[in-house]
């Protein structure tokens, strides 16, 4: 996604098939950012991706997915590997499970690497920065101070859901996977209003 010139800021979304959360989120996340117009940070050129710690090449995303973000309907699923990881200035994966699976790739990258709920959650208060790197970095310099409760039963009594995690709903009923992927693309907005929030040009 182009919004103006000079350096390019890169986030990268990931989850184990790519092809139902992260797609939903990076095309949340993008459609956000670029609702707002320009975004400061010497009006850098934003890259929007995502990727699948366990994907097979090329398929589709789900139809909630599309239904719920229609931009995401061109997508076609990619299997992660280090240089995309090592490509991004911010990665934002949709579970624990997946954060390991990136540090694994590239273990440099866990300073930059996130939850979305856990982005969301150090990113309050607000951080001052003016790039993607010294975002991640005043994310990263929180770690430690989140005061997170006990893991949930998830309604449906089948499994235990992390506070950090965006569970797979995928096979899950149709009701549960669009609720559980509405709420990933609420949260994948509200992290691209938090850097146009936070994210300012250098003077």
Request: contains cysteine; aromatic residues 4%.
């Amino acid at each position: 996604m182009g919004m103006g010139f000079g350096m390019t800021e890169s986030v990268l979304f990931v989850c184990e098939q790519n092809i139902c959360r992260s797609p939903l989120m990076a095309a949340a996340f993008e459609g956000a950012l670029r609702a707002g117009g320009a975004l400061g940070a010497d009006e850098a050129e934003w890259v929007v991706g995502s990727a699948g710690t366990q994907a097979s090449a090329r398929r589709s995303p789900c139809s909630y997915t599309v239904e719920i973000e229609p931009d995401a309907s061109a997508h076609l699923s990619h299997r992660l590997d280090e240089d995309d990881v090592e490509a991004a200035g911010l990665v934002i994966t949709a579970s624990l499970a997946e954060r390991s699976g990136v540090a694994r790739l590239s273990a440099r990258s866990r300073t930059r690497t996130f939850t979305l709920r856990e982005a969301l959650m150090l990113g309050e208060p607000p951080v001052v920065a003016t790039s993607l790197a010294e975002y991640a970095a005043a994310l990263d310099s929180r770690r430690g101070t989140l005061e997170l409760s006990g893991r949930r039963t998830l309604p449906w009594g089948r499994a235990e859901r992390h506070p950090l995690d965006v569970v797979d709903v995928h096979l899950l009923r149709p009701g549960i996977h669009r609720k559980g992927l509405k709420a990933a693309d609420a949260d994948a907005r509200l992290l691209a209003a938090r850097l146009r929030r936070d994210l300012s040009p250098r003077s």
